[in-house]
């Protein structure tokens, strides 16, 4: 049987751990603020929680901006006016090699991209090389920021393997704002503790198994 899909279903999970069925000392409109607080958290953890794939509109020149409703760049894969490929590349590699890659003159810049060069200190940028013309456009994963939840009705916008970790987010925060109750300081911790252990199982089992990588054995290296 499928995990539940409606949030209505996760809070019933969680009223049912605090005692609370009623929603007597939680109500309904601090549930669903805590459940969209934690699906934003557990992208900010895991950012292939909330995956979208994207139409990305260049600009001239080679900085170029992600939408504003990404948290990060995952991946660029093509050109879509070409159907030609992308590659990441070192930006230290590509300023060896050509210094002067950032200038941008109507005789440096194409249409399509052969390069991109993303950081992580600057999330919601990325840099195309050689410079576009301003009419290229690619096609890219994205990690998208949650929309906020408003019903108990709606349905559960994350993958169904994410309900467990959210139940325990829920349960960290309702034992949080009782937290002066004997015991319920502890309980709030544990709860923390198993949302992010959680999280750390999903990404572990994601590396471990993925299409990229053939099942070979670590030891001999033979499949």
């Given at each position: 049987m499928a995990y539940p899909q409606q949030v209505t279903e996760i809070i019933w999970r969680v009223r049912q751990l605090i005692h609370d069925s009623?929603?007597?000392?939680?109500?309904d409109t601090e549930m669903l603020k805590w459940l969209s607080d934690g699906l934003l958290e557990t992208v900010l953890h895991k950012?292939?929680?909330?995956?979208?794939?994207?139409t990305l509109q260049l600009v001239v020149g080679t900085v170029q901006s992600l939408p504003?409703?990404?948290i990060q760049l995952l991946r660029i894969s093509h050109n879509t006016t070409s159907s030609s490929s992308i590659r990441i590349i070192d930006q230290d590699r590509l300023d060896a090699a050509d210094p002067s890659?950032?200038?941008?003159t109507t005789a440096t810049r194409t249409v399509d991209v052969q390069h991109y060069m993303y950081e992580a200190l600057a999330p919601k940028e990325f840099h195309v090389y050689p410079p576009n013309t301003?009419?290229?456009?690619?096609?890219?994963?994205?990690s998208e920021t949650p929309l906020e939840v408003t019903s108990m009705t709606a349905n559960f916008p994350?993958?169904?393997?994410?309900?467990?970790?959210?139940?325990?987010?829920?349960?960290?925060?309702?034992?949080?704002?009782?937290?002066?109750?004997?015991?319920?300081?502890?309980?709030a911790s544990n709860a923390y503790n198993r949302y992010l252990q959680q999280?750390?199982?999903?990404?572990?089992?994601?590396?471990?198994?993925?299409?990229?990588?053939?099942?070979?054995?670590?030891?001999?290296?033979?499949?």
């Open positions: 009623a929603g007597s000392r939680w109500d950012p292939t929680a909330n995956t979208k794939r994207v504003t409703t990404a890659w950032r200038t941008s301003g009419a290229g456009q690619l096609e890219a994963t994205v994350l993958e169904a393997v994410y309900g467990p970790a959210i139940v325990d987010y829920l349960l960290y925060r309702a034992y949080s704002k009782h937290s002066k109750f004997a015991g319920n300081e502890q309980r999280l750390g199982t999903k990404f572990q089992a994601e590396t471990a198994i993925q299409p990229n990588t053939t099942n070979k054995n670590p030891q001999t290296g033979v499949e």
